[in-house]
C-alpha cells in the first residue's frame, strides 16, 4: 500500500472557459499554465507519481519543453498512470478537493468523476471529488485563481491484471 498527496494552483487570465478534469467548464477566465491549466489533474498526476516514488508532473512533464505547450492534461495523467502499473501498483482510491470560489462546480462534478474513472481505468466509486471555498479569504477568495488538493492509494497489483497501459485498465 503507498499513499501520495498532490497539490496544485493556477490563476485566472485570459478567456475562458476553464478545464478540471478533462470537463469544460464556462467562466469568463481560463486558468493559466503550459499545459491546459487543469489544475485538478495536475494534483491527481503530482498524487500518483508521488505515492509510486516516481516525482512530480514537472519531472515527467518538464514546462520547459515544448512539447507540453498547450498538452492536454488527461493524456499525461494516463502517461503518468501507465508509469504506476509497470511498477506494479494500481488505483484503490482517489480523493480530491477543489478550492475555488468561482465557478461554481458542483453541476460538474459527475462528469468529472467519470473521467477521471475512465482515464485511470478505476470504478467511479473509487473517486470522490468535493468543491470547496475559502469563505472570500487569500487568492481563491479574491477570485485569483483555483487550488486542488488530491490523495490517492494505491496498492500492488497482486494478480497483474493491468497491463502497463491505464485505458485497458478493467474495473476490480
Same mark, same amino acid.
Given at each position: 500500500?503507498?499513499?501520495?498527496?498532490?497539490?496544485?494552483?493556477?490563476?485566472?487570465?485570459?478567456?475562458?472557459?476553464?478545464?478540471?478534469?478533462?470537463?469544460?467548464?464556462?467562466?469568463?477566465?481560463?486558468?493559466?499554465?503550459?499545459?491546459?491549466?487543469?489544475?485538478?489533474?495536475?494534483?491527481?498526476?503530482?498524487?500518483?507519481?508521488?505515492?509510486?516514488?516516481?516525482?512530480?508532473?514537472?519531472?515527467?512533464?518538464?514546462?520547459?519543453?515544448?512539447?507540453?505547450?498547450?498538452?492536454?492534461?488527461?493524456?499525461?495523467?494516463?502517461?503518468?498512470?501507465?508509469?504506476?502499473?509497470?511498477?506494479?501498483?494500481?488505483?484503490? &482510491?482517489?480523493?480530491?478537493?477543489?478550492?475555488?470560489?468561482?465557478?461554481?462546480?458542483?453541476?460538474?462534478?459527475?462528469?468529472?468523476?467519470?473521467?477521471?474513472?475512465?482515464?485511470?481505468?478505476?470504478?467511479?466509486?473509487?473517486? &470522490?471529488?468535493?468543491?470547496?471555498?475559502?469563505?472570500?479569504?487569500?487568492?481563491?477568495?479574491?477570485?485569483?485563481?483555483?487550488?486542488?488538493?488530491?490523495?490517492?492509494?494505491?496498492?500492488?497489483?497482486?494478480? &497483474?491484471?493491468?497491463?502497463?497501459?491505464?485505458?485497458?485498465?478493467?474495473?476490480?
Amino acid at each position: 500500500m503507498r499513499i501520495g498527496h498532490g497539490f496544485d494552483v493556477h490563476k485566472f487570465g485570459g478567456d475562458g472557459p476553464i478545464t478540471i478534469c478533462g470537463v469544460k467548464i464556462p467562466y469568463e477566465q481560463r486558468l493559466i499554465a503550459h499545459s491546459d491549466g487543469d489544475v485538478a489533474l495536475h494534483a491527481v498526476t503530482d498524487a500518483i507519481l508521488g505515492a509510486a516514488a516516481l516525482g512530480d508532473i514537472g519531472k515527467l512533464f518538464p514546462d520547459t519543453d515544448p512539447a507540453f505547450k498547450d498538452a492536454d492534461s488527461r493524456s499525461l495523467l494516463r502517461e503518468a498512470y501507465s508509469q504506476v502499473l509497470k511498477k506494479g501498483y494500481c488505483i484503490s &482510491n482517489l480523493d480530491i478537493t477543489i478550492i475555488a470560489q468561482v465557478p461554481k462546480m458542483l453541476p460538474y462534478i459527475a462528469d468529472i468523476c467519470k473521467n477521471i474513472a475512465d482515464d485511470l481505468g478505476c470504478h467511479i466509486d473509487d473517486v &470522490n471529488v468535493k468543491v470547496t471555498t475559502t469563505e472570500t479569504l487569500g487568492f481563491v477568495g479574491r477570485k485569483e485563481g483555483i487550488a486542488c488538493a488530491a490523495v490517492v492509494l494505491l496498492v500492488q497489483d497482486k494478480d &497483474n491484471s493491468h497491463d502497463g497501459d491505464s485505458t485497458s485498465v478493467t474495473a476490480w
